[in-house]
C-alpha cells in the first residue's frame, strides 16, 4: 500500500501553503479535499484524481479501494491543530503517513497585529462546546478561538458582558490570507456597535488593562 501524505493548506491563500505542501499536491495521484480546499488548489491540479470530500465514510471507502495510489488529502490550517488528521490516522492504522504541516489562521492573525501568541490560550468552539468564559479568567494574555455561525463574534461578546467581563478586546479576523481580508478589533463594553455578521474567521479575546 501506498503512503497517505496529509497536507495543511494554511489559512486560504495558496501563497501561504508551503513549498513542500505544493509540490506534494503536483505529484499526487489523487487529491483529497473538501470543496473550498479544492477551488484554492485548482490552478495545482492537471491529470490528477479529484474526489471532493462529503460523507467520511464514502471517503474511507474511496482510499481503500485505491490503497495502491498516491493520495494527498489537503486540510485547511494547520495538520497539527483540530485537524482532520486524527481521525484519518485512526480510521487507516495499517497505512504510514507523511504529514505536511501549515500555518494556522490564528498564526497568520497574529502576524497581521504583530504580536506573539506564546501566552495565550489556545480554544476551538467550532461545532463544539468549551467554557472559553473559564479559560481566559486563567490565561495570562487572553484565549484564541476558532469560530462557527453559532459561536460567533457576537455571541463571544455578549456571553462575556453577561459574565462581567469588560476588560478584554476582541480581535477578529475575517476571511484572512484573502483579498477581502478583514481585522476588526474593539472593546467587548461597545460590541453592540459591531454586532453584523461576521464571515470565516479566528477571535482572540485578548486582556487589557
Known amino acids: 500500500m501506498s503512503k497517505l501524505t496529509v497536507v495543511g493548506l494554511g489559512p486560504?491563500?495558496?501563497?501561504?501553503?508551503?513549498?513542500?505542501?505544493?509540490?506534494?499536491?503536483?505529484?499526487?495521484?489523487?487529491?483529497?479535499?473538501?470543496?473550498?480546499?479544492?477551488?484554492?488548489?485548482?490552478?495545482?491540479?492537471?491529470?490528477?484524481?479529484?474526489?471532493?470530500?462529503?460523507?467520511?465514510?464514502?471517503?474511507?471507502?474511496?482510499v481503500k479501494s485505491n490503497s495502491k495510489k498516491e493520495i494527498t488529502f489537503v486540510v485547511s490550517g494547520d495538520t497539527g491543530y483540530y485537524s482532520l488528521l486524527t481521525y484519518l490516522k485512526s480510521s487507516f492504522e495499517n497505512?504510514?503517513?507523511?504529514?505536511?504541516?501549515?500555518?494556522?489562521?490564528?498564526q497568520y492573525?497574529?502576524?497581521?497585529?504583530?504580536?506573539?501568541?506564546?501566552?495565550?490560550?489556545l480554544c476551538s468552539i467550532h461545532g463544539r462546546e468549551n467554557d472559553f468564559i473559564k479559560l481566559f479568567?486563567?490565561?495570562?494574555?487572553?484565549?484564541?478561538?476558532?469560530?462557527?455561525?453559532?459561536?460567533?463574534p457576537n455571541e463571544i461578546s455578549k456571553v462575556l458582558v453577561q459574565n462581567e467581563i469588560f476588560d478584554v478586546e476582541i480581535v477578529i479576523g475575517e476571511r484572512?490570507?484573502?483579498e477581502d481580508e478583514r481585522i476588526t478589533r474593539f472593546l467587548v463594553r461597545d460590541y453592540e456597535q459591531y454586532?453584523?455578521?461576521?464571515?470565516?474567521?479566528?477571535t482572540v479575546l485578548r486582556k487589557v488593562k
Open 12 to 62: 486560504g491563500n495558496l501563497d501561504y501553503c508551503t513549498a513542500a505542501g505544493i509540490e506534494s499536491i503536483k505529484n499526487s495521484g489523487i487529491v483529497i479535499g473538501g470543496k473550498r480546499q479544492l477551488e484554492e488548489i485548482n490552478q495545482l491540479l492537471k491529470n490528477q484524481e479529484i474526489f471532493e470530500m462529503k460523507k467520511l465514510e464514502d471517503m474511507k471507502n474511496f
Open 95 to 106: 497505512r504510514e503517513f507523511k504529514v505536511i504541516p501549515g500555518i494556522s489562521s490564528f
Open 109 to 121: 492573525l497574529f502576524s497581521k497585529l504583530e504580536m506573539t501568541w506564546e501566552n495565550y490560550e
Open 195 to 202: 454586532n453584523r455578521k461576521y464571515k470565516m474567521n479566528v
Open 137 to 152: 479568567k486563567l490565561s495570562q494574555f487572553g484565549v484564541v478561538l476558532l469560530t462557527d455561525e453559532k459561536n460567533n
Open 176 to 178: 484572512l490570507s484573502y
